[in-house]
C-alpha cells in the first residue's frame, strides 16, 4: 500500500524536542502491527519457533565450531528467512518494517548468528536495491535473492575506513563504455564468504572524491572472499574480508546515482536499523524468561531468590527496559511504514537504546544466575558474547550519540538562524519579521513557563505527572541546546562531551515519549480494565529516565570536564596508567 502523504507537522518528534514540541500525532493511538499483516507475520513466528525450538545445543555446537553448516543454510532459505522484506510481486513476502524487525525479534530468542545471516541480507546486503534499484535491477535480482540462492553482503568498511566511512580507498574508475573497473578491500563483511550479491561503496572521483554504491556479483572476475574471522561473539555467523582486483562492473550496476553513495550507504543504514532493535527485543524477552525460571528455582537462605529485592529490582529493570526498548523499535518501524521522510534521529536514538538496554539486560540476567551465569553450559555466556556487537556495528553508539545531538541542534540553530534574520528585515518585511518573532517569543515562553510549554497532552490522566516531567524535560532540552549554540557556535562539532549530553536527554525524553503513548493506548483500550502493571511500567521508567536526564542537563553547567580531559591527556602522553603504591 501506498503510504499516506507526510504531514510535515508529523515529523521527527525527536528533533521537535529540542525545540520543547510536542509532534506526537503519529504517537497516539499508539501503532500496532496492521491487521492485514497479522495473519502472515503470525504463520512466519509459528514456522520460526517450530524450526529454532529444541536446537539450543546445535547453536551451541556452531558458536564453537565458529560456523553454520550449509544445510542449516539451506533450511533458512527453504523457511523464507531470505525473502522477508522483498515485495511479493518478486517472490518476497513483502513485510513492513515493522513485521521484518517482529521476525528478526523471533529468531533472535534462540540464536543471535542465525538472525544475523538473516539479517545482514535483508537489512543492509540487498536494501540499497529495494530503496534505490531501477526496476531492471530489482526484477533481474530480487527473485534470486528472496530464494536465497543468492546470499546479499554490505560492503562498506576498510582497514582504514570505519566510522569515518565517506574515508574508503576502494575505488572505481570508468571505462568509457559506460562500465567500471573497482578495485579495493572490504573488510568484517557479513556474509562475506556466503554472498552472491554485494552492495559495494567505492570512490569515483579520485581519492578525496564522492562515494558510488554498486552491484557487484561473486561469479564476476577479481572478486575474492579471505577466511572467517574468528570472532568474540555471533560466531556462528560469516565475516570475512572482500576482495576487488580490477573488477569489471557493468553500467547498469550502479545503485542510486553516481556521487550519491554515501546519501545510499546512510540511508540503508538508517532504514535498517529496527531490524537490529528488533533482534536485541528477542534477546531480552528471553533472558527475561532465563531470569525468571532461574530466580524462582534457585533457593538461598531457605527462599526462592526471587523473594528478596535486590533480585526483584534486576527482574523489573529488565522488564522496563525491554518494554521501553519494543516501544521505540516499534514506533521507528511504524514512522518507516507511513513513509515519513525524516526518522534518521529516531532511529539512531533506538539503535543506541535498544544496543545498551540489551547489554544491561544480559549483565543482570547473568549476574542473577550467580556462578552458573559464568559456565558455558548455561546460555548467558554466549549472549554475552553475542550481545556485545551491537553497540559498534551499523554506526559506533559515540558516533550515533554525536549524530543525534547534532542533528537536533541543527534545527535549534536553523530557527535561530530565522529570529536573527527576521530581526534584521523587521524594516523591510515587518509582517515576515514579526511572524518569525512571535513564534520565537511564544517558544521562548513556553521555555520558561509552565502556561505556554510544549503539551504532551494526549496521555491517559493517570500518567499526567510523568508527561509533566516530560514536558518540562523538554522545555530543559529546548533551552540548554539554545544556550549550548550561543556558547559554542560552530564549534560545537568539536565539543563532544556537551553534545553527549545533549544527545543522552534527547533519547531517554524520547523514549519516554514513546513509553507513555504506548501505556497511554493500552489504558485506553482496556476501558476501564485493569492496567496497574502498565502504569507501574511507565512509572519506573519516568523514574529512571528523570534521574538520567537531570545528570546529563546538570552536567551542562557543573562537570569536571577540563579534569577530565587533562586526565585523559596525561594519560595518553604517558604511555598509561603511571601511579603505583609500591
Ligand atoms: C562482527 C562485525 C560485523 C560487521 N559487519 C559489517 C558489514 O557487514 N559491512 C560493513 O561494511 N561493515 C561491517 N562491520 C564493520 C563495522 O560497521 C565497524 O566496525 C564500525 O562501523 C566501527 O568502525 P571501526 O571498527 O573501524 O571503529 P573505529 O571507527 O576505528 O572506531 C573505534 C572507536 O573510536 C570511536 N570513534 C571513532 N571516531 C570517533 C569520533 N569522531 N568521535 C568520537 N569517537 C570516535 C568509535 O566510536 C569507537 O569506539 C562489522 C564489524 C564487525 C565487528
Do not use: K
Given at each position: 500500500m501506498k503510504p499516506e502523504a507526510t504531514n510535515p507537522a508529523d515529523e521527527s518528534p525527536a528533533k521537535g524536542l529540542f525545540l520543547g514540541e510536542f509532534r506526537d500525532s503519529r504517537l497516539f493511538p499508539f501503532p500496532k502491527i496492521s491487521e492485514s499483516e497479522k495473519e502472515s507475520l503470525s504463520l512466519v513466528l509459528e514456522s520460526v519457533d517450530r524450526f529454532m525450538s529444541g536446537k539450543e545445543a546445535q547453536f551451541r555446537r556452531f558458536d564453537e565450531k565458529g560456523e553454520q553448516p550449509q544445510e542449516y543454510v539451506e533450511e533458512l532459505k527453504a523457511l523464507g528467512l531470505f525473502s522477508l522484506i522483498i515485495p511479493a510481486e518478486f517472490d518476497?513476502?513483502?513485510?513492513?518494517n515493522s513485521g521484518y524487525s517482529r521476525v528478526l525479534q523471533q529468531t533472535s530468542r534462540y540464536d543471535a548468528s542465525t538472525s544475523l545471516t538473516i539479517g545482514a541480507h535483508s537489512s543492509i546486503g540487498l536494501k540499497a536495491l529495494l530503496l534505490f534499484g531501477t526496476d531492471e535491477q530489482k526484477k533481474r535480482y530480487l527473485p534470486r535473492l528472496a530464494t536465497g540462492e543468492m546470499i546479499a553482503a554490505f560492503c562498506l568498511t576498510e582497514s582504514g575506513s570505519g566510522s569515518d566511512a565517506a574515508s574508503v580507498k576502494t575505488y572505481a574508475t570508468p571505462n568509457g563504455d559506460g562500465s567500471w573497473s573497482l578495485t579495493g578491500e572490504k573488510i568484517w563483511i557479513t556474509n562475506g564468504g556466503t554472498a552472491g550479491f554485494f552492495t559495494v561503496f567505492a570512490k569515483t572521483?579520485?581519492?578525496g572524491g564522492k562515494m558510488t554504491a554498486f552491484i557487484v556479483e561473486?561469479?564476476?572476475?577479481?572478486v575474492s572472499s579471505g577466511p572467517k574471522e574468528d570472532k568474540?561473539?555471533?560466531?556462528a555467523s560469516c565475516t570475512t574480508t572482500v576482495r576487488f582486483d580490477n573488477v569489471q562492473v557493468p553500467a547498469d550496476c550502479v545503485l542510486g546515482e553516481p556521487g550519491k553513495g554515501f546519501k545510499v550507504a546512510m540511508a540503508v543504514l538508517n532504514n535498517g536499523r529496527t531490524g537490529l532493535g528488533g533482534g536485541c527485543i528477542g534477546a531480552m524477552k528471553r533472558l527475561i524468561e532465563h531470569a525468571v525460571a532461574q530466580s524462582t528455582q534457585r533457593k538461598q537462605f531457605g527462599k526462592s531468590?526471587?523473594?528478596?529485592q535486590l533480585v526483584k529490582e534486576k527482574i523489573a529493570l529488565m522488564t522496563m527496559l525491554c518494554f521501553a526498548s519494543e516501544s521505540i523499535v516499534s514506533f521507528v518501524g511504524a514512522l518507516v511504514d507511513a513513509g515519513v521522510e525524516d526518522f534518521s534521529v529516531e532511529a539512531a536514538a533506538s539503535k543506541v537504546f535498544v544496543s545498551e538496554a540489551l547489554w544491561t539486560v544480559a549483565d543482570e540476567a547473568l549476574q542473577i544466575a550467580g556462578g552458573n551465569g559464568f559456565m558455558k553450559e548455561y546460555p548467558y555466556e554466549r549472549v554475552v558474547r553475542d550481545c556485545r556487537i551491537n553497540r559498534i556495528f551499523e554506526g559506533t553508539n559515540e558516533i550515533l550519540r554525536l549524530y543525534i545531538g547534532l542533528s537536533g541542534m541543527k534545527d535549534a540553530g536553523d530557527s535561530l538562524k530565522g529570529v536573527a534574520k527576521g530581526v534584521g528585515g523587521i524594516f523591510n518585511d515587518p509582517i515576515k519579521g514579526f511572524g518569525l518573532l512571535t513564534g520565537y517569543a511564544t517558544r521562548k515562553l513556553s521555555q520558561v513557563t509552565p502556561l505556554g510549554r510544549g503539551s504532551f497532552?494526549?496521555?491517559?490522566a493517570q500518567l499526567k505527572p510523568e508527561a509533566a516531567w516530560l514536558e518540562k524535560g523538554a522545555s530543559k532540552l529546548g533551552q540548554a541546546a539554545e544556550a549550548t549554540l550561543k556558547k559554542h557556535g560552530k564549534g560545537i562539532i568539536g565539543e563532544q562531551l556537551v553534545t553527549k549530553r545533549i544527545a543522552d536527554s534527547a533519547i531517554d525524553l524520547f523514549v519516554g515519549m514513546c513509553v507513555l503513548a504506548r501505556v497511554s493506548s493500552i489504558i485506553t483500550e482496556r476501558a476501564g480494565g485493569d492496567c496497574g502493571d502498565e502504569v507501574a511500567l511507565a512509572r519506573v521508567y519516568t523514574h529512571f529516565a528523570r534521574t538520567r536526564v537531570s545528570n546529563s542537563l546538570k552536567g551542562l553547567v557543573q562537570n569536571s570536564d577540563r579534569d577530565l580531559l587533562r586526565l585523559a591527556d596525561g594519560t595518553l602522553s604517558k604511555g598509561g596508567y603511571s601511579w603505583d603504591i609500591l
Open positions: 518476497g513476502l513483502g513485510l513492513s572521483e579520485g581519492e561473486r561469479e564476476w572476475a577479481g568474540m561473539g555471533i560466531r531468590i526471587s523473594e528478596f497532552w494526549r496521555v491517559a
